[in-house]
């Protein structure tokens, strides 16, 4: 038998930290917006489609049950339920969806890519569209368009459509 080699490998990274669009808002009226998901495991794709509820792969409920189990922070809360997904607003259900997938299945150019948009997206000194400054080229010349950050989203793909979560017992 040949050796047994040990590789040497860098630090793999199982959690990242995100920032909500628009923020999970709780019972007390308190907006959440920051959290920490983990990667995903084999595990936590295949338990939920065994929730009685769950009538497929193809069950948009079995997004909510995934990402409750793979976040694990969402502001104060540290046990996150698919109560407080399913009471997500739509645009940051997305953003989650896009961000899961980046981070599970992306590069690791499009996980630095996404994490760049993201500190970009929060850094209050960014000025909004309508302040934009005139850019100006190497010659001084105004009206030269600046690149804009790259969205979280174009990292992850844009969705086609959102899909109606239909609520049971509520």
Not at 40 to 61: F, K, V
Not at 98 to 108: A, H, K, L, M, Q
């Amino acid at each position: 038998h040949p050796p047994v080699r040990e590789a040497r490998t860098k630090e793999v990274k199982t959690q990242y930290e995100f920032l909500l669009p628009r923020g999970y808002i709780d019972d007390a009226g308190v907006v959440h917006r920051r959290g920490v998901m983990r990667l995903a495991t084999a595990r936590d794709e295949l338990e939920p489609l065994r929730d009685p509820t769950i009538s497929g792969p193809d069950d948009p409920r079995l997004t909510i049950l995934v990402l409750a189990r793979v976040i694990e922070r969402l502001g104060d809360i540290e046990l996150v339920t698919a109560h407080e997904i399913q009471d997500l607003f739509a645009v940051d259900l997305a953003y989650l969806q896009d961000f899961y997938g980046v981070i599970n299945f992306g590069s690791e150019e499009d996980i630095e890519t996404l994490l760049t948009a993201q500190e970009q997206a929060q850094t209050p000194s960014q000025p909004r569209a309508a302040e934009k400054p005139v850019a100006t080229d190497a010659h001084g010349a105004e009206g030269v368009e600046q690149p804009s950050a790259p969205s979280p989203r174009a990292a992850g793909g844009r969705r086609a459509a959102i899909e109606e979560i239909p609520q049971t017992g509520r």
